[in-house]
């Protein structure tokens, strides 16, 4: 993870995310998913307790306002597809990728996909920081949010991200680059 990026995205030197990993219903999650697999509603619902705000992270900030409305179509794809999930320790990452492309998906139904021009974004000492990033990065693409959001919060390798996004790394590494360039263009002035 690029340090002086996140640190700008969040206002701090480190990412204050909790891991999915270590959240404290994973223990039994194999269990659980497999109930739900087999149609048990409280498993559902107890995954859905789980999920939801870790979807949500994933989506408010690429979907930005319609991110509600990007975690919700995830949320339906990961339960109407949860069958088709091989192996219940990957839940996470299963439902990351569905998380990101829903957010991308919606962002760009939401005519986002053209960035705005960025001339009045406010200075660092602002004491508005959480805004101002937020402004910055609505005013981003889509695709530029998903990947500085991939790699630069989740912290995730580029071969990861290309395979999330279903683009080459090559793409994947200059779509990167723009974006964190434009970031930090947009940023400094």
Known sequence: MEASLTGRITGRAEVNLIDAAEHP??????????????????????????LAPYVARLCGPIALDDGADAAQEALITIFTQIGQLREPAAL??????????EAVRVARK?????????????????????SDIRDVLSRLAPNHRAILVLRDIEGLDEQTVS?????S??????????ARRRFRQEWDR
């Open 25 to 50: 219903a994973t223990a039994g999650l194999p269990d659980l998913v497999r109930a739900a697999q087999g149609g048990d509603s409280m498993a559902m619902a107890e995954l859905l307790d789980v």
């Open 169 to 178: 790394t090559g793409t994947a590494k200059s779509r990167l680059h723009r």
């Open 110 to 130: 939401a005519h986002r996909a053209a960035p705005a021009e960025l001339q009045d974004v406010p200075a660092r000492g602002d004491p508005q920081l959480a």
């Open 92 to 101: 996470f990452g299963w439902a990351r990728v569905i998380a990101i492309r």
């Open 163 to 167: 395979d999330m996004l279903a683009v």
